[in-house]
């Protein structure tokens, strides 16, 4: 069975750091393009990162290039979120995903 389960979400002051997780089972992360999407509150999903398979090329919605890092352990099969300098707007709820599949989300709350 395919599955994806995000960790490490919380609340944190603007400027402040977290690192989200995503353990995957059921396929091998190395293989397959891995995306973070959030929803802030009242909206839809929107693309945060990508990283895809075998070489590992990344890229960022412009909004968090510079403060995110996507990045992944193919030993641990997980995928990690590495956000610093957060702010306000990075507020709501992010899934990892790969095609067909999403995780449950874990949520990130931004504020003073």
């Known amino acids: 069975e395919v599955q994806l389960v995000e960790s490490g979400g919380g609340l944190v002051q603007p400027g402040g750091s977290l690192r989200l997780s995503c353990a995957a089972s059921?396929?091998?992360?190395?293989?397959?393009?891995m995306t973070w999407v959030r929803q802030a509150p009242g909206q839809g999903l929107d693309w945060v990162s990508s990283?895809?398979?075998?070489?590992?090329?990344?890229t960022y919605a412009d909004d968090v290039k510079g403060r995110f890092t996507i990045s992944r352990d193919n030993a641990k099969n997980t995928l990690y979120l590495q956000m610093n300098n957060l702010k306000p707007e990075d507020t709501g709820v992010y899934y990892c995903?790969?095609?067909?599949?999403r995780g449950q989300g874990t949520q990130v709350t931004v504020s003073s």
């Open positions: 995903t790969t095609p067909g599949t």
């Open positions: 059921g396929f091998t992360i190395s293989s397959n393009t």
């Open positions: 990283i895809f398979a075998g070489g590992g090329y990344t």
